[in-house]
């Protein structure tokens, strides 16, 4: 029977921290705000591509909102500065106990956010799988979820923050082009935590990612979900049950309650449905993202009506 105890415990703390990377490496430390409460979900997504070419993002929308707050900054930083304290214009990221504590903060025109992340669980780390991280799509990466303890401030208006946020720390090659299709999913609970990242490339079907219950992590072994589209073709509703090598299985009942189109490349849009979840029955909130080939989304979303509702 798998056993990830062992490989957790040895994963080496300094991928925690900024990596050199080959001519075409991109580093990326994505943090998700799921904030049903408000109304308001988004990302705090710093990078870093292998020249030292930086940027920024804060990107906030959501029902509360009358349209997508979108800030950013770019800027080429030194060799030496390292995750540790990580800060140009209005960003700040700071690891103080690698893949356990991170300051994060931003102080933008209309946006405002300092809090302290707190892992929930150990890193689950691609390379860990016994097939590895698809080279395409970096030389590592780790997923993790925590808490986000501290406030936003919008226009003027706090949110105080004390809910979980979705961290996706990652370096290497990342050629979005590849993926024909991909699903990256996360949720959690205050009891269990799930994330799978189904990519489509090459003709092939590569399935990564862990369940964490009852202090336990484990891989992925089998994805089974049904899937309701809006008119658009932006996911509403995902249902799935996730096995894992154990055998361990649970049921997730999503529903979005926010939704936005991320334009990162020219060959693949990313559709963003953030959610509150149901795992099991405890309620609980989480993110699927869709990658979509923009020629493919564009023929097939006038079907969506007729063929997959």
Not at 128 to 133: D, L, Y
Not at 159 to 177: E, Q
Not at 276 to 288: K, L, M, P, S, V
Request: proline content about 6%; some cysteine.
């Amino acid at each position: 029977m798998p056993d990830m105890t062992k490989q957790v415990a040895d994963y080496p703390v300094k991928n925690a921290f900024r990596h050199k990377m080959a001519e075409d490496g991109r580093e990326s430390a994505t943090h998700q705000f799921v904030l049903p409460q408000y109304g308001i979900a988004g990302f705090y997504y710093p990078t870093v591509r292998a020249n030292g070419h930086a940027k920024g993002r804060l990107h906030l929308f959501g029902p509360a909102l009358d349209a997508p707050i979108e800030e950013e900054v770019e800027q080429v930083v030194s060799d030496d500065m390292d995750f540790d304290d990580w800060r140009f214009g209005p960003l700040l990221m700071a690891v103080r106990e690698p893949f356990k504590t991170i300051d994060l903060g931003w102080a933008g025109d209309r946006v405002q956010f300092e809090g302290q992340w707190t892992a929930i669980h150990p890193p689950y780390a691609f390379s860990m799988h016994p097939k590895g991280n698809p080279p395409y799509y970096g030389d590592d990466r780790t997923e993790q979820h925590g808490v986000i303890r501290g406030n936003l401030r919008v226009d003027g208006k706090d949110y105080p923050l004390n809910d979980f946020m979705i961290r996706d720390h990652s370096w290497g090659p990342r050629v979005w082009g590849l993926n024909q299709h991909y699903k990256w999913f996360h949720a959690t609970t205050k009891k269990v935590s799930v994330h799978f990242f189904e990519m489509m490339s090459f003709g092939q079907v590569e399935t990564r990612g862990y369940l964490f219950k009852d202090g336990v992590m484990n891989h992925v072994a089998s994805i089974d979900y049904a899937i309701e589209y809006d008119e658009d073709m932006m996911q509403d509703r995902f249902q799935v049950t996730v096995t894992d090598m154990q055998g361990r299985s649970v049921f997730i009942d999503c529903k979005a309650f926010a939704k936005y189109s991320l334009d990162l490349d020219p060959i693949v849009l990313l559709n963003e449905a953030v959610v509150t979840a149901t795992i099991d029955g405890e309620a609980g909130t989480g993110w699927c993202e869709f990658c979509w080939n923009r020629d493919y989304l564009q023929f097939a979303r006038p079907y969506v009506r007729r063929f997959a509702w």
